[in-house]
């Protein structure tokens, strides 16, 4: 499953870096994202990923990775866990780009979502939709919070 | 002489099934018997790193856990490629690959203590699909390809070593750059066709009981020999101690063919010594096994008058994970791609590739729908695009009977002309409703895969009842109620006198499978044959216990009919043997060195069709309606009206499944809709108002009354008929199918 977005925001590539890379409040633009520790700055992480999808509970201690880091124009970092109950496991690959703009920059966000075991096996389509639904939260918690009209 | 009355006499088998008493392999209750539950693989490809069945052995009622560990020294399986274990060894190639059986004493205990099964997975780079199996530095499926030859079909399957194709066929007739270079037009096309599940109502349940002194497995399988021979092997059993037995079979398909969980359900009791049951679910038969997609390049050369001068396709098929029979859908695809043209100048090539997903199998008219699909829009396209209607255009170029559309197959035994002028009649005038235009025709022939490897017995007893032994599987078809018919007009004995044996390799003698086509045909005229046999053993024994001339006595029901009166079966045994007992046990074989060899050149007949459908388009949603559809093929001669006109209606229905509705989803190997809850199949409301099938007779096929095999042509030309109609009214082409509302409304804004 990919997901993109793509946003301008009136700040400048850096003054937008130091925002982004503060992963404490990042993440909280994250629908289900909890605890999230840093282990190494700018390198690991760990959190617990929590959804609810169809009648089933989720819950995902993930390990996050940060992969590549090109500051203040590229970060890219690898998240991944297992579900306990349902066997579930959960990779997501996320790539930020900055790109300078006229005035501001424009911010750019990709995601690769790869779902395996039961839950995925009894219904994609539904962990596709709720996919769906999270990133379009996410990109409306991430527009709050850079002040950009959604 | 044979003759046949064509009506219909009710089935015994409809009759067990409208009351209930029908026996399917899930009814079956074995003394003794424990219950198997498969865990399946997860990960899409990915080496297992560590597997823990621990805690599920120790679950409450579980008696047993099966692992690869424990059938590793048993080594592979295939039928044309040896490239299947039992269980997934260090490796798994697909989302539901059998990655352990636990065994317990119920059905819920077993299923509960498989979610306590632990796989840690280290994920393998995947082949989601057939692009990325094709490209460059792709990773590999199988390491290594083990063809086996002449082992399930004739020939065998031709990989190329370090990809993932397990088969390459091509078949090169004249020279197609030299036709193109020197055609007025060539216009060239591309298509896909997804993977299907087969549906059939019953999943996939086996049942096996291994003993010191054999094996037996009681299986829905459409192939009980394919099965014995390939147990027979894995567990070094002699073929004598390995009994099949198939009760009733809610439907194959295709998907029962071969063989498919009989080999893990053999293992599993040959593990704990006890006879072991595994009855699928409906969405893990969704894992087991699925039509084979396609994505199909097809190229023609015409010249000023319309006249094909060369043909040319490139058919690459998704295999899935393990090869099964995928090379000879890839094969046949590359035959039934060609029509019932004139073609001087052909190239055909097809490639069939391994993914990570279910793997592919035989699924009625193997690789026809893909190639038919792609032939006959692709005609159509053709002629638009020099000013012909399809019609015209197919006229110009058809074959006649007799013609032969490649010169290593046999010459068209039917007249492809008059299969379309009788669809088009009976279609008649356009409804005022659709207008002239919401028309579409498509044409198939396909060559049928036939092993003419036949047997029968038939036994007839001293008070003129029947009994015929033979391997042909009830799959809901009518092969029973055909049989008994064959041997009751031969006999000439009424048809409620002869009772057809439940197949069971134990009593029944070797038949190839029931597929392809071929029942009514081989193993018909194999009844035929053993009923003749009987009947002449019977005249002999009562010509000389009558001393009578042999010439002057004739088999009635119950007895002879003599210059002097009627004899009763039992009255002539009396006399010849002394006692008031015995039975005359005829027996027919046919094989390809019977009839002077003339059985041996392939296709055994052509088994062809031609659809004409008559569409609606709402033109706000996309959405296609099936209006009303004509079906024709040439049978040779019907056996049983309702029977074959339920084969005819059966196949292009299904055919309708794949036409508007249905794909089995994978995205990136995952399988997205593998349940019976998201996959769509065709119901009663989606059937056309108007459906007319026509069965022509010419009473001149290889089987009995001149009888050629039906029950696949149908399901051919269904989806191009449709895509042409919607073609013809809107002028535009979705190259890839299901045609769902969405691509169609694409389709139509993208016009406007």
């Known amino acids: ?150 | 002489m044979i003759r046949f009355d064509s009506l219909s006499e009710a089935r015994p088998d409809s009759i067990d099934k409208v009351t209930g008493r029908a026996v399917y392999a899930t009814d079956l209750d074995i003394p003794g018997m424990l219950h198997g539950h498969v865990v399946r693989s997860t990960a899409v490809h990915a080496r297992i790193r560590a597997l823990d069945v621990g805690a599920a052995r120790a679950a409450p009622g579980v008696v047993d856990v099966l692992c690869g560990a424990d059938v590793a020294s048993l080594g592979c399986w295939g039928l044309v490629l040896k490239d299947r274990p039992i269980l997934a060894l260090d490796k798994v190639r697909y989302v539901g690959e059998p990655i352990a059986v636990v065994i317990a004493d119920s059905a819920e205990a077993a299923e509960n203590a498989a979610e306590l099964v632990e796989v840690d997975y280290a994920a393998l780079p995947r082949v989601p699909d057939s692009k990325a199996a094709l490209a460059p530095g792709a990773a590999l499926v199988h390491e290594s390809h083990s063809p086996l030859e002449d082992f399930y079909f004739r020939g065998g399957a031709r990989p190329i070593d370090g990809t993932n194709v397990f088969h390459r066929f091509l078949s090169e007739v004249g020279d197609v750059a030299a036709a193109e270079a020197a055609a007025a037009h060539v216009h060239e096309d591309h298509f896909s066709f997804p993977p299907v599940f087969h549906y059939a109502l019953e999943p996939h349940t086996a049942i096996a009981d291994f003993r010191e002194d054999g094996l037996t497995i009681w299986s829905g399988a459409q192939s009980p020999a394919g099965v014995q021979k390939v147990v027979s092997r894995l567990f070094g059993l002699p073929l004598a101690k390995v009994r099949i037995v198939v009760p009733y079979v809610g439907g194959g398909f295709g998907g029962k063919a071969s063989v498919k969980i009989e080999p893990l359900v053999a293992a599993a009791s040959w593990k704990v010594r006890r006879p072991v049951r595994i009855a699928q679910s409906l969405s893990d038969s969704m894992l087991t096994c699925r039509r084979l997609g396609a994505r199909i390049t097809i190229r023609t050369a015409v010249d000023r008058e319309g006249l094909i001068l060369a043909k040319s396709a490139d058919i690459v098929l998704d295999g899935g994970a393990y090869a099964d029979t995928g090379s000879a859908v890839a094969t046949k695809a590359a035959n039934r791609i060609i029509g019932p043209y004139v073609i001087p100048n052909l190239r055909l090539e097809a490639r069939a590739v391994y993914t990570n997903t279910v793997p592919g199998a035989a699924f009625r008219s193997i690789g026809g729908p893909q190639a038919v699909w792609a032939a006959e829009c692709h005609m159509d396209n053709v002629a638009a695009a020099i000013g012909l209607s399809p019609v015209e255009f197919r006229l110009r170029n058809l074959a006649a009977r007799g013609q032969r559309i490649r010169p290593d197959l046999r010459p068209l035994d039917m007249d492809m002309g008059e299969l379309m002028g009788l669809v088009r009649q009976a279609m008649g005038a356009a409804s005022a409703a659709t207008g002239p235009d919401a028309r579409g025709l498509a044409l198939a022939a396909s060559d049928p895969g036939i092993v003419a490897i036949g047997n029968a017995l038939v036994r007839l007893k001293i008070d003129g009842s029947v009994l015929v032994a033979m391997a042909s599987v009830e799959i809901g078809q009518g092969v029973h109620a055909t049989m008994a018919r064959i041997a009751a007009e031969t006999l000439n004995q009424p048809f409620g006198s002869v009772t057809v044996l439940p197949t069971d390799t134990g009593t029944a003698p070797f038949d190839w499978g029931t597929g392809a086509s071929r029942s009514t045909v081989i193993v018909g005229a194999s009844v035929e044959a053993a009923a003749l046999d009987a009947a002449t053993q019977m005249l002999d024994l009562a010509a000389e216990a009558l001393a009578q001339d042999r010439t002057a006595l004739a088999l009635v029901p119950g007895g002879i009919a003599t210059p002097q009166g009627f004899r009763s079966f039992h009255e002539v045994f009396h006399l010849a043997y002394g006692v008031d007992s015995g039975e005359v046990i005829g027996r027919g074989a046919l094989n390809p060195r019977s009839r002077g060899g003339a059985l041996r050149e392939a296709p055994l007949f052509w088994e062809t069709a031609a659809g004409m459908a008559e569409i609606d388009v709402d033109e706000d949603t996309g959405a296609i309606r099936l209006r009303r559809y004509a079906s024709a093929a040439d049978v040779g001669r019907v056996i049983n009206r309702v029977s074959a006109e339920g084969q005819d209606e059966g196949a292009s229905v299904q055919g309708l499944g794949h036409t508007l509705f249905e794909a089995l989803e994978f995205e990136d190997g995952q399988p997205v809709n593998a349940s019976p809850v998201d996959y769509n199949i065709p119901t009663l409301d989606d059937v056309p108002d108007d459906f007319h099938t026509i069965l022509v007779e010419h009473h001149d096929g290889p089987g009995p009354g001149g009888a050629k095999g039906m029950g696949e042509g149908a399901i051919l030309p269904i989806a191009p008929a449709i895509a042409n109609a919607l073609f013809a009214r809107y002028g535009v082409r979705v190259n890839d199918l299901p045609l769902t509302p969405e691509k169609v409304w694409r389709a139509l804004r993208a016009r406007s």
């Open chain 1, 1 to 150: 499953m990919e997901f993109a977005m793509s946003l301008e925001v009136a700040l400048p590539p850096a003054a937008l870096w130091a925002v982004l890379t503060d992963v404490a409040q990042v993440s909280q633009c994250i629908p289900g994202c909890e605890e999230v520790e840093e282990v190494e700055r700018l390198a690991r992480y760990t959190a617990v990923v929590k959804q609810k999808i169809g009648p089933f509970r989720m819950e995902v201690p993930a390990e996050i990775v940060v992969e590549e880091v090109c500051e203040p124009s590229l970060v890219r970092t690898r998240a991944s866990g297992r579900d306990r109950i349902t066997g579930t496991t959960l990779a997501v690959t996320l790539v930020v780009t900055l790109v300078p703009a006229d005035v501001g920059s424009v911010l750019e966000v990709a995601a690769v979502v790869d779902v395996q075991g039961r839950l995925a096996t009894l219904g994609l389509a539904i962990i596709k939709r709720k996919a769906e639904r999270n990133f379009e939260e996410f990109e409306q918690r991430l527009k709050a919070l850079l002040g950009v009209m959604a």
